[in-house]
């Protein structure tokens, strides 16, 4: 399969789980508060390759796939996601997703998915902002998931992942080494193909 093909694919499931996502939130009333980027600044996060395929395809549309690349092998395993953007220096947990469009699985998951316990029962995996700001709000979704409220599921959007590219989505690194092989592997299937042209305007 080719990249552009994998990258509708995985618009595609990005486009499914918003819908899903935008349901669940009208139906419990949970948001992530304006301006907080506090779970984007966590160095320990870790995403796949194959999530930030869409992200790294639109890079090199752009022309800055490489220079982009030569910033992500600069930085430490200590940075926060090269994608996101405070707003100062000094609260960095005020900020935005500099690239929100294409932002990876996990990044659409946290705060509107759910995992399982060892009981096999549902559990809404959310911040701890979340759950202190809006604690009635994030009771009644939880009493409304155990009696049967659709939620969206790690565990099936990881599946249906590994489906497209199964060694680029069980593929699960920083998230910064995640980038960094999203572009690679945009620039080692270009190396000796031309380039996209009848896909500019996804750019």
Sequence with gaps: MNIESKVRLVEGLFE???VEISTFQNQTRLQCLAGCGHCCTNPTIEASPL???PWA???FLLGKAEDTLKELKNKDKQSVCHIYSPLNLIESTLGRCGDYKHR???????GYAATRDKYGQQRLATCKIIKENQLQHFQEASDAISKGLYVPMFTDYYMQLNNIDFKLG???????KA???AL???LQYYAYKPF????EKIA
């Excluded at 990876?104 to 946290?110: A, N, S």
């Excluded at 069980?170 to 910064?176: E, R, Y």
């Excluded at 996209?196 to 896909?199: E, Q």
Aim: glycine share 6%.
């Design 51 to 53: 999530e930030f395929l």
């Design 179 to 181: 980038l960094k092989l």
């Design 16 to 18: 499914q789980l918003d």
């Design 170 to 176: 069980n593929t699960i690194v920083p998230i910064n």
């Design 196 to 199: 996209p042209g009848s896909l």
């Design 104 to 110: 990876g699985l996990i990044c659409r998951l946290f």
């Design 184 to 186: 690679e592997e945009v």
């Design 57 to 59: 395809f639109h890079v």
